[in-house]
């Protein structure tokens, strides 16, 4: 079956603690992003790649990194300068050309 | 003024209901509009894509995109229990989508 994997579903951060999520697409997309969701709000988005080696930010960075490595993965980390990480997280990808974006279904990050 | 708006409910109607959600936006340049369903805790699943002004069906949902307006609509016809989730509107001038802030509908049997 062809996806997007998202883990782990829940996570739980300690403070001052870097964590990293991780997404994994099996489409052969070459674009990635990563969304924050709170509740009752729409999608912000943290950041994003077109292709591999190579991405840029979104509009709320601050606190995030991310790496492309490889071509199905863009795996997202939350550091210990992001003070309110409390959030769903999703990461979505997309053909270069294509207008819509698919998505993985989601983490849920919670400080401890 | 945020580029998408769309009312965030809650929508609470009837089991065989016709249901309208809507959105609004200001950027001229949007070209693509999308719905997604969101279920509870799960990641959005697209539902409609459509292109240009006009009218498009798929089984019980019609999107419908008036650009002169800049007013886009989803119908549900005969909306089932198993409607209940946020709908989310997201549209783009490139490859960035720009989303709105979702309707969350409860359909009650």
């Known amino acids: 079956d062809g996806g997007i994997t998202q883990s782990p579903k829940y996570l739980f951060r300690k403070e001052g603690q870097n964590v990293t999520l991780s997404c994994e697409q099996n489409l052969n997309h070459d674009a990635m992003y990563w969304y924050r969701q709170d509740p009752g709000q729409g999608l912000r988005l943290i950041y994003y790649?077109?292709?591999?080696?190579?991405?840029q930010k979104g509009d709320i960075a601050e606190g995030y990194s991310v790496s492309r490595e490889k071509k199905e993965s863009f795996p997202l980390t939350v550091t210990s300068a992001q003070k309110n990480p409390t959030a769903f997280y999703l990461c979505a990808s997309s053909t270069t050309q294509g207008k819509t974006q698919y998505f993985g279904p989601g983490t849920r990050l919670l400080v401890l | 003024q945020k580029e998408v708006e769309q009312d965030p409910g809650p929508l609470s109607v009837p089991e065989g209901a016709i249901v309208s959600l809507n959105c609004t936006y200001s950027?001229?340049?949007?070209?693509?509009f999308m719905w997604y369903r969101q279920y509870s805790r799960k990641g959005p699943e697209l539902l409609m894509y459509?292109?240009?002004?006009g009218n498009k069906e798929d089984g019980r949902f019609t999107a419908q995109v008036d650009k002169s307006s800049k007013y886009i609509s989803l119908f549900i016809r005969d909306s089932q229990p198993s409607d209940s989730a946020t709908y989310l509107c997201a549209m783009n001038a490139g490859n960035m989508l720009t989303f709105g802030g979702g309707t969350r509908l409860m359909v009650k049997p």
């Open positions: 790649s077109q292709i591999v080696n190579d991405f």
């Open positions: 459509t292109y240009s002004s």
């Open positions: 950027n001229s340049a949007f070209q693509y």
